[in-house]
């Protein structure tokens, strides 16, 4: 247990499904990020929230929508996705996003399916 | 551009010992991490360097040359429970993480 939970654990959608990703962290951490992990790729950064300002959007497609209430929780809007979004959607959480020795803190993923 | 290079997958026998090996090239460097990921559950922290040489925890052993570009995990006494992926991931300039693909250590009695 890592302190950080996502839900839900595995999803299922058709390319025209609107569903949203959860991700909540219990570790007063300030910055959180939405990860895609791929079988056998690196992990691919796709959004940072630092204090609840977005920091970062690596041109991720506009089918993939953040949104990060309060420090604590993040979400990951998906709509309209493609089979090739089917992957593990990892969040993880720090200190915060700035400083170089801050380990991340993940969550044990979204395994989603686009059929 | 940045990129880090670790071998797809290797094979230890328990109780011996292995090292995995990592190099990179980034827009500057502001730390290595290692991770340890088994199948179907979160990367957990393992190790941070910023400097060279050597940070020993426990059975686990990190290493850094930041002139070579390259870092090693080293697991002494493997156990069956040490098979799952090790994942490198550097700092770079702009205190973005840099992810290698990962190694996946099978660990055979």
């Known amino acids: 247990e890592t302190g950080v939970t996502q839900t839900p654990r595995h999803l299922v959608m058709g390319m025209t499904n609107k569903k949203s990703l959860k991700c909540e962290q219990h570790?007063?951490?300030?910055?959180m990020y939405w990860y895609k992990q791929s079988a056998k790729k690196p992990l691919e950064l796709m959004f940072v929230?630092?204090?609840?300002?977005?920091?970062e959007n690596n041109s991720v497609p506009s089918r993939f929508s953040p949104e990060c209430p309060n420090s604590s929780h993040l979400f990951l809007h998906l709509h309209t996705l493609q089979p090739e979004d089917s992957a593990l959607y990892l969040c993880?959480?720090?200190?915060?996003?700035?400083?170089?020795?801050?380990?991340?803190?993940f969550g044990p993923g979204t395994r989603l399916t686009v059929l | 551009g940045q990129n880090i290079d670790q071998p797809t997958e290797m094979t230890a026998t328990e109780g011996a010992i292995v090292q995995i090996n990592c190099t990179y090239q980034?827009?500057?460097?502001?730390?290595l991490f290692w991770y340890q990921q088994h199948a179907g559950e979160a990367p957990t922290f393992l190790s941070y360097?910023?400097l060279d040489g050597l940070e020993e925890k426990g059975r686990f052993s990190s290493f850094l040359s930041r002139s070579k570009g390259y870092s090693y995990l080293l697991l002494k006494e493997l156990q069956m429970k040490d098979s799952a992926s090790y994942l490198c991931?550097?700092?770079?300039?702009?205190?973005?993480?840099?992810w290698g693909a990962g190694t996946k250590l099978i660990i055979k009695p």
């Open positions: 570790l007063g951490h300030n910055a």
């Open positions: 991931a550097v700092r770079d300039g702009d205190y973005q993480l840099i």
């Open positions: 993880a959480s720090s200190q915060d996003s700035a400083s170089g020795g801050n380990e991340q803190f």
């Open positions: 360097n910023v």
């Open positions: 929230y630092n204090f609840k300002e977005q920091t």
């Open positions: 980034t827009s500057g460097f502001n730390g």
